[in-house]
């Protein structure tokens, strides 16, 4: 079991990455066989498995925004589980077919779930 500090030091780095669009800099954090999963309401509307469907879910994204930030506010360590509250805003980069429109501020607040496996993060799960 990773002991608390190392868990939230990768979490951190990879917030960081994935802040600055450093699709590598995400990649090198996690487990081969990373889980991904993304949860709005009760419906997953994203689930991939493996650093290769990560990567390609995260360069498709990268050019929906001009800028995003994710930002922590509290963080509960449960064995190799942690849970994180998430501030989110983002700029459109396109249009979205919601109505959203280029240059709109996109502003969620949400949660992340991390597990760990060989001192990489192994699973993902964000629930919006």
């Known amino acids: ?17 994935y802040n600055n669009f450093d699709i590598e800099g995400m990649i090198a954090l996690v487990h081969p066989e990373v889980v991904f999963k993304n949860v709005t309401g009760s419906n997953v ?6 650093i290769e469907e990560l990567r390609k879910l995260a360069t498709e994204s990268k050019s929906l925004f001009s800028s995003r930030q994710q930002t922590i506010r509290d963080l509960t360590f449960n064995q190799d ?3 994180l509250q998430i501030d989110y805003e983002a700029v459109l980069a396109v249009d979205f077919p919601n109505g ?19 001192g990489k993060i192994f699973k993902i799960t964000d629930y919006s």
């Open 81 to 83: 589980k942690v849970m």
């Open 45 to 50: 509307n994203v689930e991939l498995i493996g």
């Open 1 to 17: 079991m990773m002991a608390n500090q190392e868990m939230e030091t990768l979490i951190h780095k990879y917030v960081t990455a």
């Open 100 to 118: 959203m429109k280029t240059g709109d501020t996109l502003r969620l607040n949400g949660c992340s779930e991390f597990e760990f496996k060989d």
